[in-house]
Nanobody
């Protein structure tokens, strides 16, 4: 049973940075494409970023390009989301997700495994 646990969320001022982490247990982490999704209050969950099993292929939603960077460390069973230049509109619960594929797309139904989420609040 694959388990995903996110961490690193919190309160940050506009323009600030946060780094989210998601650690996996119970499976062969290097075999899973991973992704970040987010859900803002009153809105549907949306795709943020994805990364392939080796980390060589990444994908981003247009609204986070040039601000967010996804990476992974297979030796630590962990993926990261470095978030810079944060805006109030980035306020959401951020979820990591895993798919049994080399690379997965931006549809949440493509992912079998989900974490519980970590809350990010961008406010002055």
């Amino acid at each position: 049973q694959v388990q995903l646990v996110e961490s690193g969320g919190g309160l940050v001022q506009p323009g600030g940075s946060l780094r989210l982490s998601c650690t996996s247990s119970g499976g062969t982490f290097s075999r899973y494409a991973m992704a970040w999704f987010r859900q803002a209050p009153g809105k549907e969950r949306e795709f943020v970023s994805a990364i392939s099993t080796s980390g060589t292929i990444t994908d981003y939603a247009d609204f986070v390009k040039d601000r967010f960077t996804v990476s992974r460390d297979n030796a630590k069973n962990t993926i990261y989301l470095q978030m810079n230049s944060l805006k109030p509109g980035d306020t959401a619960i951020y979820y990591c997700a895993g798919a049994q594929a080399i690379m997965a797309d931006d549809f949440d139904r493509s992912y079998e495994y989900w974490g519980q989420g970590t809350r990010v609040t961008v406010s002055s």
